[in-house]
C-alpha cells in the first residue's frame, strides 16, 4: 500500500557499507518502507508515531529521524513511560518549581522546557497513564504546558515522536488511551516490521553482530551458511534485540567450533543450536518435554483456573504446530493480533525457537477454533 502513496526515491546515497540506511541494518522491502518515510518526514517538525513489537528497533529509528532533521544539533531526549511512575515522568517531561514538594529545593526546566528545539522521544507510550496523556495532549495542540507546582503557562517547539508495541486502537475502545491524543501521534505513522516480516535481512543483521562482537571481547568469530541458515528458520519473538543478545551471548560464551588452522572459531548450525537449548535450559529448567490433552485419572482434579491454563496452552501447542512454527500465521489462525498471541506465548513459556522441546503435537493437519472461541468454551 505505501508503494502507492510513496513516490519512488533515491535511497542509494545513504546506504552504509553494511547494507542499510541511517546506520539502521537491512534492504528487505519492508525495512525500505520505513527508510522511505524516513526521508520524507525527518525534515519536518511533524509527530511521528512508531508502531511495532518490542525489539524492533523503534528507539533506533527514533534517533535517526532526529539525526537527520534540522534539530540534530539540539538536544534528544528519549524516555519510556512504562519505565517511570506518573510522578517521575511529569517531572522529568514538565519540571517542578521550588516548594512542589518535599525535595524540591530548586526549579527545574523538564525536558520540554530543556529541549525546546529538539526531539523527545516517548516510548511506550500506551503504558502512560490518563493523567499524563491529557498534558502531552496539551504540549501537541498548542505547545503549552505548566510545571508541577505551578501556574504560569509555559511553550515549547519540542518535537515529539513516540512509539507504541501495543494496540492503540483497542485501547481508545476500553477508554484506556485518549482518542484526541491518538489522532495528535499519528500525524505520521510508521509501521515498525518485527524480524519475521524481515527474514531476508538476518544474514546482514547476524553478520553485523559477530563482527561487532568479535571485536568488542578480542576474539575472531566467523558465521558459516549452515549457522545463517540456523538463524533464518528459528523464531525470534523478540525480534533484532533477541537476535543480538543471541549471538553476543554466542561469543562469550566460545560456543563456535575451532577451525582446524587455529585462527578462531566459527558459529554453524550445530554450536548455534547448542547455545540456544543451553540458554533455554537455563531460563527455564523445568520445563515439561511435552504437554498434552489428556483426563485425569486417580490424579488430584485441578481448579478451574489450572484446566484451562492447561488447555490454553496445550490449544497454542497444537495451532504452532499446524502453523510449523510460523507465528503470524499461527495467530491468523488462532484469530488475535500477532503482539497478543506472542503475550499468550509468554504468559504459557512457550518458545517458538525451542519447538524441539514440544515434539509433534499434531501429526496431521485438523481444524483448530480460534481462541476467543476457545476462551468462551473454558469460562
Not at 240 to 263: P, Y
Request: aromatic residues 8%; charged residues 25%; proline residues 4%.
Amino acid at each position: 500500500m505505501l508503494n502507492d502513496i510513496i513516490p519512488r526515491m533515491s535511497i542509494t546515497s545513504h546506504m552504509s557499507r553494511n547494507g542499510g540506511l541511517y546506520g539502521l541494518i537491512g534492504l528487505s522491502p519492508a525495512i525500505r518502507q520505513v527508510y522511505k518515510i524516513i526521508e520524507l518526514v525527518a525534515p519536518t517538525k511533524a509527530t511521528v508515531l512508531l508502531i511495532g513489537e518490542r525489539g524492533t528497533g523503534k528507539d533506533r529509528i527514533a534517533k535517526v529521524i532526529h539525526e537527520y532533521s534540522p534539530r540534530k544539533e539540539d538536544i534528544y531526549f528519549p524516555i519510556n513511560c512504562a519505565r517511570n511512575t506518573e510522578s517521575t515522568l511529569a517531572n522529568e517531561m514538565f519540571g517542578h518549581q521550588s516548594g512542589s514538594y518535599t525535595g524540591a529545593s530548586s526549579d527545574t526546566k523538564g525536558w520540554f522546557g530543556a529541549a525546546t528545539n529538539g526531539t523527545i522521544f516517548l516510548d511506550e507510550i500506551n503504558r502512560a497513564s490518563s493523567e499524563f496523556q491529557d498534558a502531552l495532549l496539551r504540549v501537541l495542540e498548542d505547545g503549552s504546558y505548566t510545571q508541577i507546582g505551578g501556574e504560569r503557562i509555559l511553550y515549547t517547539s519540542a518535537r515529539v515522536i513516540a512509539a507504541t508495541n501495543g494496540n492503540l486502537d483497542y485501547d481508545v475502545s476500553i477508554k484506556r488511551f485518549n482518542a484526541a491524543l491518538k489522532d495528535r501521534l499519528e500525524v505520521v505513522p510508521i509501521p515498525v516490521p518485527s524480524l519475521e516480516e524481515r527474514i531476508e535481512d538476518v544474514p546482514l543483521l547476524a553478520e553485523y553482530f559477530v563482527k561487532k562482537y568479535s571485536v568488542d571481547y578480542g576474539k575472531h568469530v566467523t558465521l558459516t551458511p549452515g549457522g545463517v541458515d540456523y538463524l533464518m528458520y528459528a523464531s525470534w519473538p523478540g525480534n533484532v534485540r533477541q537476535l543480538k543478545h543471541f549471538i553476543e551471548s554466542a561469543i562469550i560464551l566460545n560456543i563456535g567450533e575451532s577451525r582446524t588452522n587455529g585462527s578462531g572459531l566459527e558459529l554453524n548450525e550445530k554450536n548455534l543450536e547448542g547455545c540456544m537449548q543451553y540458554l533455554t535450559h537455563v531460563k527455564n529448567p523445568d520445563f515439561r518435554n511435552t504437554i498434552e490433552l489428556t483426563d485425569y485419572g486417580n490424579k488430584p482434579i485441578p481448579t478451574l483456573k489450572a484446566a484451562r491454563d492447561g488447555f490454553e496452552k496445550a490449544y497454542l501447542l497444537r495451532i504452532l504446530t499446524i502453523a510449523e512454527y510460523k507465528v503470524t500465521r499461527a495467530a491468523a489462525i488462532a484469530g488475535k493480533y500477532r503482539s497478543d498471541f506472542y503475550d499468550l506465548l509468554r504468559k504459557h513459556n512457550i518458545k517458538p525457537t525451542e519447538r524441539w522441546k514440544y515434539g509433534e503435537i499434531l501429526t496431521s493437519k485438523e481444524q483448530v477454533i480460534p481462541i476467543k472461541q476457545v476462551q468462551s468454551i473454558t469460562r
